[in-house]
């Protein structure tokens, strides 16, 4: 049951990095290039730490399948030219490098865990604060279709043993809705234009 799930979540997963895509190349989506590169380096360097304290586990495909795509997107927003607030974008970035650094020196799993969530977040906040701005600036089916995969693979990561392995799962769940509700605000702005 366990391999039928995961193959689902990264289905869904792979699946939603097709209209995200198909978004950046039509100019209807505006990615934050840092941020994707941040997250892809933090996935990576995550992935890497657990593997070598726990060993490999097949639930942390989802995490390969989000470094991969993060680093995707990241290489097609530069092709793209998407926009950044550069003294924005870069203090954020730098933050998140900052956490990063922490993250590698100190060999405790539970503050590694805790700095790679806060450089995670500290990247994220240009894209945070861009689709709050603009709801239209992301893909409500991606970021959709992402967090349906993330839930169905954090139903699986729920039942491993250990509390560290659900941390980021946990963070990463909670992101991802909180980017799709901030899109699906679009929805309740079309509402009112049309109520009045």
Known sequence: M??????????CYFVSFVPYIKGILNNSVKPRPLSWLGWSMLLIIGLASQIIEYGFNSSMLIVISAGFGCFLIFIISLFKRAKMDKEYDYMCFASGIICMVIYLATKDAFITTLFAICADFFVGV??????YKNP????LLAWGLGSLGILLSYTV????????????????????LLIFLLCFRRFNAINKTHNN
């Open 2 to 11: 366990k391999e039928i799930i995961l193959t689902v979540s990264l289905v």
């Open 126 to 131: 240009p894209t945070i604060l861009n689709v």
């Open 136 to 139: 239209r600036s992301e893909n």
């Open 157 to 176: 990561v729920l039942g491993e043993k250990g509390y560290l392995l659900k941390l980021y799962p946990t963070y990463m769940l909670f992101f991802n």
